[in-house]
């Protein structure tokens, strides 16, 4: 058999185990986090609009 060559009869006798236990996956609630985020600002929304323009000048130069 050459390079990229395969015997066709391999195709029919492959086995795929699709029986997953409950231990083989991933929890996707174990890192469920329940609460509230508070956001304090001390910038005025001025503030806030120079220093986004000083980022996009940044960017731009």
Same mark, same amino acid.
């Given at each position: 058999?050459?390079?990229?060559?395969?015997?066709?009869? #391999?195709? !029919?006798?492959?086995?795929?185990? =699709?029986?997953?236990? @409950? &231990?083989?996956?991933?929890?996707? $609630?174990?890192?469920?986090? #329940?609460? !509230?985020?508070?956001?304090?600002? =001390?910038?005025?929304? @001025? &503030?806030?609009?120079?220093?986004? $323009?000083?980022?996009?000048?940044?960017?731009?130069?």
């Amino acid at each position: 058999m050459g390079f990229g060559s395969y015997d066709e009869s #391999e195709q !029919d006798n492959q086995e795929y185990d =699709t029986d997953f236990e @409950d &231990e083989d996956g991933l929890d996707a $609630e174990e890192n469920a986090h #329940e609460g !509230d985020i508070e956001f304090e600002f =001390t910038a005025s929304n @001025d &503030e806030l609009l120079d220093r986004l $323009e000083d980022i996009k000048d940044n960017e731009n130069t």
